[in-house]
């Protein structure tokens, strides 16, 4: 229980980073190094089997199928995986893999799906170049969950899986979330709240001098407005007023003084729409409106997002955002709603010391040092559904790459190995507490 496990991690995080001998491996250490460039080929093939499965969130059967693929790894690996039915949430679901030990528990998070369903022409792996190739999520993000299965592997092989506590979740909506998002959050939720470190193995910036501390979380926002219907030659007259184009616009004025300019916070407005009546489809964020340059517009309708660093921000930025909303124009009403989607991940000293831990890891495998990316580089992932349950989370450790989200997606295969190799030494410190020297 995390309970059991919280003494050994107050323990460890007061061990000084010298006590792993600062640019050196012990032997088991230099043996899991050696066995991620043993198995480098295999973990391609791997990687290759992955992207050539289409698991675009929507194509339930194809995130299934990826699911099995690393179900089989994880099996055989020792761990009691199970798969959550994702029928409540209207998705694939998610696959969730078990290893139960001693000290810290650690949860490493990865996805199954990508942005590319079955009706888009990007659909294979494709070598371009001897260490770059092309794919469908390659870095966005299977080849995290590579990652995730070469670096236990690795540890299996030196004889350090034995006793280590660690769970897996690999959701099958990461791209985009079932609804209700409570629901479909809830198993990660629930495996955040019992472990003590959350480690996600998304790409981050792309970069492998960096790694995420923080994520900025992302908030959906509606505002519906309502105005007086009247001839135009009538509008700004006391009884008639300015109508709802003019409300809309007042207002999203009134939000980019109150807000435009605050530190990793953004507020964008997507969609808009007015006029005498309106349609829009939420969803697939596109309508049609219908009004006349003669009659003052009745409707108005704004779509967007809003980005924060902490959920203090979060709570402020909706208070003002509700304040300039309730200064209404006379014969005008608005109506602004939000809908909370990842939370954020707020930068912490845990954080940041599992970052430390990291970097010295990364710099004893011979990979260089890394350093924390800034957060508007990163957008919203899974991890951050674990901000507030566990001691320290860090994510952006995965295959490093370009051009994720589009038919360009390209991975930088020399960061296979190299990422793998400085988890399978992260795991391994964090599951195998060292003593002071």
Same mark, same amino acid.
């Given at each position: 229980m995390k309970s059991a496990s919280l003494p050994? #991690?107050?323990? +460890?995080?007061?061990?000084?980073? !010298?006590? $792993?001998?600062? %640019?050196?491996?012990?032997?088991? =250490?230099?043996?899991?190094?050696a066995e991620v460039d043993r198995n480098n080929t295999h973990a391609l093939a791997l990687l290759e089997r992955a992207v050539n499965t289409n698991s675009g969130t929507m194509n339930l059967a194809g995130v299934r199928k990826v699911g099995d693929l690393f179900r089989a790894e994880l099996d055989a690996l020792g761990f009691q995986t199970t798969w959550i039915d994702g029928t409540p949430f209207k998705r694939a679901g998610h696959l969730v893999?078990?290893?139960? %030990?001693?000290?810290?528990?650690? #949860?490493?998070? %990865?996805?199954?799906?990508? !942005? $590319?369903?079955?009706?888009?022409? $990007?659909?294979?792996?494709?070598?371009?170049?001897?260490d770059a190739a092309r794919g469908p999520g390659m870095i966005d993000m299977k080849g995290g969950d590579v990652i995730i299965v070469y670096a236990l592997r690795a540890l299996a092989a030196a004889g350090a899986l034995d006793r280590a506590n660690i769970s897996v979740i690999m959701t099958g909506d990461e791209e985009h979330v079932g609804e209700p998002r409570e629901l479909a959050r809830q198993s990660l939720k629930q495996m955040a709240d019992a472990a003590d470190i959350a480690i996600g193995f998304e790409d981050g910036s792309g970069d492998p001098r960096t790694a995420v501390i923080a994520r900025r979380g992302v908030t959906g926002w509606e505002l519906r407005v309502t105005g007086k219907p009247a001839h135009s030659s009538q509008i700004f007259r006391e009884d008639?007023?300015?109508?709802? &184009?003019?409300?809309?616009? /007042?207002?999203?004025?009134?939000?980019?003084?109150?807000?435009?300019?605050?530190? #990793?916070?953004?507020l964008n407005p997507g969609v808009i729409l007015g006029g005498t009546t309106m349609d829009l489809d939420v969803p697939q964020s596109r309508g049609t409106a219908f009004g006349k340059s003669n009659v003052v517009a009745e409707h108005a309708i704004v779509t %967007?997002?809003?980005?924060? &660093?902490?959920?203090?921000?979060?709570?402020?930025? @909706? =208070? /003002?955002?509700?304040? !300039?909303?309730?200064?209404?124009?006379p014969h005008a009403?608005?109506? #602004?709603? +939000?809908?909370d989607g990842y939370p954020p991940l707020a930068p912490s000293g845990g954080n940041r010391r599992l970052l430390q831990l990291y970097d010295q890891a990364s710099r004893d495998v011979g990979a260089g040092p890394v350093e924390a990316t800034d957060p508007r580089l990163a957008g919203a992932a899974d991890v951050s559904f674990t901000a507030g349950l566990v001691e320290m989370a860090i994510d952006g450790i995965g295959l490093m790459g370009t051009d994720d989200h589009t038919t @360009?997606?390209?991975a930088d295969l020399a960061t296979l190995p190299s990422q793998t190799k400085r988890a399978g030494v992260l795991l391994y410190r964090l599951t195998h507490r060292p003593a002071k020297p």
């Open positions: 050994a #991690l107050a323990a +460890f995080a007061l061990v000084p980073l !010298v006590a $792993f001998g600062a %640019g050196s491996l012990n032997a088991i =250490e230099q043996r899991i190094v893999a078990e290893h139960r %030990g001693e000290g810290p528990h650690l #949860l490493l998070i %990865g996805h199954l799906d990508t !942005v $590319f369903e079955q009706d888009s022409p $990007f659909q294979r792996f494709e070598r371009v170049w001897p008639i007023g300015a109508g709802a &184009i003019f409300e809309a616009a /007042r207002i999203l004025h009134g939000f980019y003084e109150r807000l435009a300019g605050e530190t #990793l916070l953004t %967007g997002d809003l980005r924060t &660093i902490s959920a203090d921000q979060l709570e402020s930025a @909706k =208070e /003002r955002m509700m304040s !300039v909303a309730a200064a209404h124009l009403s608005a109506d #602004l709603t +939000f809908r @360009k997606e390209t």
